[in-house]
């Protein structure tokens, strides 16, 4: 994280000054839909977020975004979805060859025309401006039949979509949208995604392309690089993050970055060669260069200077594309690994009657089901019009980009020699999963991201408390004092989920319960004993990051087994075991991730963990002499 965001941070967490709201509402500017009433006691309120996610931070159990689950589809919209389905698997049974694109490391343009007549590219945008009118549920559907198929397909409709042209949908104006939206929503245009550079990957605020406003103030000149570009290489359209001068309030001129709508028939766009990948070969990946690229200033997308948030909140937007093409990348692992453990024999058995077998089998199912109801959770609450999901969304793509490997890399393994071999396919698939690790912001800042905002809003909230208790508020110094006693005595059974959980689910709700209330009393410790400096605080963040992931996984999974309870679902008592075995693996891990927080034996570990990195990374090579001695 930059320089800046520690001192952001760290002047939250202890400064006077530091009631504000957080990310996603500066962001979005005006109030969130689902913006909940502001504090009236309190002259600066504080937000109070209607995010689970945030809450779960604060101990608290803010149950309007997860309980009932939400689905997103009305009679209307499930038909739409079902005249898609049919098509959209036909085009990858019949057109779409996914092992040819791997091996010629390219998709045929009138495959991608054929795409594009499904209403693949152009899934989210309105009908008037030729889209498919699809919602982010629909959406993330389509993505589990692309992601079941060809990853690679994927990262092209995602690349174009998702980030590429997002910007303009999210934030573009009328005029924007009606001469950019048309053509790319059908395929006769791509768009791509433009803010890596050579040194600028994760901290992408980082960036040194410049755009500098002509004499005349007409129009941007761009100069600059960018590299590992989805869609680089043919892409007629490009959302450009570039650093500009803005004038600040207090009349200092400063950088910060714009984004831009950049056409490649300006001149002055040239890209790269494609890039040679271990996976998704058949998308293309360049760098794109910006020479003397004049853009005419209505092209800017949002406020100038406000570029890193229009980044921010489009990969926020188009995160959760990445769990649904992983739910269909696992569902055909899956798939698979059942034809092969049924009918493979071995010491005289069928695979699937030993024991192991059946183990990672279970394990697959867990991880599977957890990516799925977390999709479409996160699908709904946005079409839902919710503005606060950008935790549950970077939760969720930590989720399904590592269930995902894992589930691959299992079926490989259940399909002993013959899953190694490219005949079987899945080779494939496991290269193409790496790198979803990887982009749209890698799974440890993720992580970081993750704690980080959470421990911020938590952090504003105590602050407050700190205010109302020493302002002498008996009622609530007697509440505070009840529950915090209650957990020092190990007597506190957490926020209750009755009357939202289904009766059935009972014990697992109440392991949820448990941990939310344990995790919101060690953000809580661990606030008060590193304050600002938490933000230095790797070790302890990975951990805490790793417990949001498990509590959260945990509800929406209750969540869903809930709604499947309460129609009568045929599969509800599959669905109550896995919940039941996922909720008591899930608080086991949240208790051992809380545990290392505060032992004396994990800060030890810790510390050695520590230097053993900086040895090496003093010494050059590893330290440890080779037992040969040679
Ligand atoms: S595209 C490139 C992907 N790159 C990244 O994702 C970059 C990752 N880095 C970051 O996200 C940020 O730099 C981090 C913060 C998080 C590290 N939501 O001082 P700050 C706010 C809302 O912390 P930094 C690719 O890979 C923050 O609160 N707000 O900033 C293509 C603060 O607000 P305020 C956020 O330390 C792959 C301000 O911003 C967020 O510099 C192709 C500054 O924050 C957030 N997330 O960095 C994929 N973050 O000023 C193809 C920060 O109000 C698609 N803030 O205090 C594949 C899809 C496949 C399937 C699809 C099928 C359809």
Known sequence: MSSTRIIRLSSRLTNKAANRSYAAAAINKEKPKDAPKKRAESTKAIYDSPSFGMNMFRGLFQSSQVFPYPVSLDDERRETLSMIIGPAEKFFEEVNDATKNDEEAKIPKEVLRQFGELGALGAVVPVEYEGAGLNNTQMARLAEIVGANDLAMGVVMGAHQSIGYKGILLYGNEEQKKKYLPDLATGRKFAAFCLTEPSSGSDANSI??????????????????????????????????????????????????????????YGGVTNGPPEKKMGIKGSNTAEVHFEDVKVPIENMLGEEGEGFKVAMNILNNGRFGIPAACTGSMKHCIQKTIEHVTTRTQFGAKLETYGMVKEKIAEMLLRHYVTESIVYMLAANMDKGATEYQIEAAIGKIVGSENAWWVCDEAIQLHGGMGFMKECGLERVLRDLRIFRIFEGANDVMRLFVALTGCQYAGMHLKELAKKVQSGNLKLI??????????????????????????????????????????????????????????????????????????????????????????????????????DVFCKQASKRVMVNLQALKSDDSKKEFKQLAAMAEAVCKNGSLVQQHPLGV
Request: glycine share 8%; proline share 1%.
């Open 208 to 265: 040194r392309t410049r755009a500098v406003k002509s004499s005349d103030g007409k129009h941007y000149v761009i100069n600059g690089g960018k590299i590992w570009i989805s869609n680089g290489g043919f892409a007629d359209v490009f959302t450009v993050f570039a650093q500009t001068q803005v004038v600040g309030k207090d009349g200092v001129t400063k950088d910060k970055v714009s984004a831009f709508i950049v056409e490649r028939a």
């Open 478 to 579: 007697f509440s505070e004092a009840q529950k915090r006693a209650s957990r020092s005595f190990g007597m506190s059974s957490g926020p209750s989920m009755s009357g939202v959980v289904h009766s059935a689910l009972t014990d697992s709700a109440k392991l949820a319960s448990i941990s939310i209330d344990q995790f919101g009393a060690a953000v809580e410790s661990l606030l008060r004993e590193h304050g600002k400096n938490v933000i230095d605080q790797q070790f302890l963040l990975r951990r805490i990051a790793d417990a949001a992931i498990d509590i959260y996984s945990m509800v929406a999974v209750l969540s869903r087994c809930s709604h499947a309870l309460e129609q009568n679902a045929p599969s509800m008592k599959h669905e109550q075991e896995i919940v």
